[in-house]
């Protein structure tokens, strides 16, 4: 048996051990280099059902015009359906981030649209190498350095099984066309460095290093797995997970190094978590990573994604006797007789003669005021809520209603005294707040 032959056997096993149906669908991003067009044939040989995405960031004129005639090409030939974009990079970014902002998009946009279940990715055994050199010289941690897995939801890499020239061997053997980036040949980007320059070097005096770095990094991803396993034991009783946050309880006998790896995950390095567990803070005291804040409020450590609780400037109305479903569940209608609904803060009347329509609904902001009812003076709707003792992160999701521009109900804890009902009322216009669920 050939080494050709032991690629496509130990390519199928990848999906054996996985336990991945090879009657799902598969996307397969091809550059049209050696490592996508070998795991694009391995594909084909094995019965999977692909498609085929390839993008042309027209960076390499004649190179990017060559790689798509054989990428369509070799689509045409096999039957498989072929997705095309071109993309426009600044060259002023960091081109290797952009572009590869530009390709998920572009996958995650064709998986959405054609129902696949996979999406396969070229990434061979020395790209691991490469990746854990590049973090160790930036000095990142383990979740760096275990090197990129095999299998990350539905994102598949059965080539980190095999080394870069067993696959040129592959597609030489087959006689695949392939293209060369002659980008690859510049040491000027840091990964390129290290795959032309550093590694000749190591080979020569360390001819079989691929294979230790292969080792290393499976005892590190092993590592790591027991040491995810270990820290989730050790914070169970600590951390509450509910329906759009975490609620934390720390202790002062928990260390700050298993903190820092709990929250890595979230995106907060350890000098961010370090600090933020030896310092004393008080309520609404933050730290924030590119997607998530990390609060403290009373006591308790309250993580969030940020989109969810960013303020949202857009304006909602709310006719007179209408309802508007979202983005929360408001019903008003005008009554012709006034009943008082104890102890139902979802529930207000207020005098229709002083209101002026539609209402307005959006999220409260700092510098909004209200006339609380009994009161013949302004207050700051943040001091309202402080008077209330709303949660933090409660805080963030409050609405306010507003008749032209003046708030008329912040929405769950008070009104305001100039639109209350009074003894010359006549008529009435009742507001319920419903579940959505209602």
Known sequence: MSNVDNILDEYLEFFNQ????????????????????????????????VSVAHVNYGLRDKENILEKKIVEKYCAANNIDFF???????????????????????????????????????HQQNDNHESFLYHSFRGNGINRLKGIAEMNGNILRPLLRFKKSQLKEYV????????????????KYDRNFIRNELFEKVGERFPKYEKGLSKSIKFLSEDYLLLNLLIKDVLKDLIEVQEDQIKISPKDSISGLVW??????????????????????????????????????????VLYRKDLNEKDSKIFYLKKNASINNPIHLNGHVIKQFTIE??????????????HFPLKLRKWEHGDFIQPLGMSGLKKVSDVLIDKKVALNDKKNTWVLLSENEIIWVIGYIISEKYKINKS?????KIELKNKND
């Not at 390709?103 to 054609?114: A, H, S, V």
């Open 425 to 429: 009322s006549k008529q009435f216009y």
């Open 172 to 187: 030489e053997e087959h006689q695949i066309s392939y293209s060369l980036d002659s980008s690859n040949s510049s040491s």
């Open 342 to 355: 104890k102890l139902k803060t979802n529930i207000e009347s207020f005098d229709v003669s002083k209101l």
């Open 84 to 122: 095309y974009k071109e993309a426009y990079i600044n060259r002023s970014e960091n081109l290797q981030n952009e572009a590869r902002n530009i390709r998920y998009d572009f996958f995650n946009e064709i998986i959405d649209q054609q129902n696949i279940d996979y999406l396969i990715t070229a």
């Open 18 to 49: 996985n336990q991945i149906d090879l009657k799902n669908k598969f996307l397969i991003g091809v550059s049209g280099g050696i490592d996508s067009m070998a795991v694009l044939d391995l594909s084909i040989r094995r019965g999977l059902k």
């Open 260 to 301: 820092s790896h709990y929250f890595r995950k979230f995106g907060f390095n350890h000098f961010q978590i370090e600090k933020w567990v030896k310092t004393k803070h008080q309520s609404g005291k933050y730290i924030e990573s590119e997607y998530y804040q990390l609060l403290y409020d009373r006591g308790n450590w």
